[in-house]
Nanobody, 122 residues
Framework: VQLQASGGGPVQAGGSVRLSCVGS????????IGWFRQVPGKEREVVSC????????YYADSVKGRVTISADSAKNTVYLQMNRLKPEDTAVYYC????????????????WGQGTLVTVSS
């Protein structure tokens, strides 16, 4: 199982970025796929996740209204569209997959991709 994250980079405050996570070695059905982020020196936190069917989504309060998660099952890809970015969104974003009992339960995600860095400048 592999998760390949991409799409990070520098962006100005107020701008947008779209992260992509391509999964291989498994089918997304029945899995929760999502994104965590981590700022150096701080704990990792959940950003958003989606159940493989796409009918259930979760958003952290800090990103609600600014972030949209979507899935393309044919491409085994999950997207995270982030708008109206703020400097506090600067972090390494990790794509994850698993069957957690609740979205924020980091330890219950079995698969982790490499991080992609998003840097938001003011």
């Amino acid at each position: 199982v592999q998760l390949q994250a991409s799409g990070g980079g520098p962006v100005q405050a107020g701008g947008s970025v779209r992260l992509s996570c391509v999964g291989s070695g498994f089918t997304s059905d029945g899995y929760v796929i999502g994104w965590f982020r981590q700022v150096p020196g701080k704990e990792r936190e959940v950003v958003s996740c989606i159940r493989g069917s796409g009918r259930n989504t979760y958003y952290a309060d800090s990103v609600k209204g600014r972030v949209t998660i979507s899935a393309d099952s044919a491409k085994n890809t999950v997207y995270l569209q982030m708008n109206r970015l703020k400097p506090e969104d600067t972090a390494v974003y990790y794509c994850v997959a698993g069957r957690p009992s609740a979205a924020p339960r980091e330890a219950e995600y079995a698969y982790w991709g490499q991080g992609t860095l998003v840097t938001v400048s003011s």
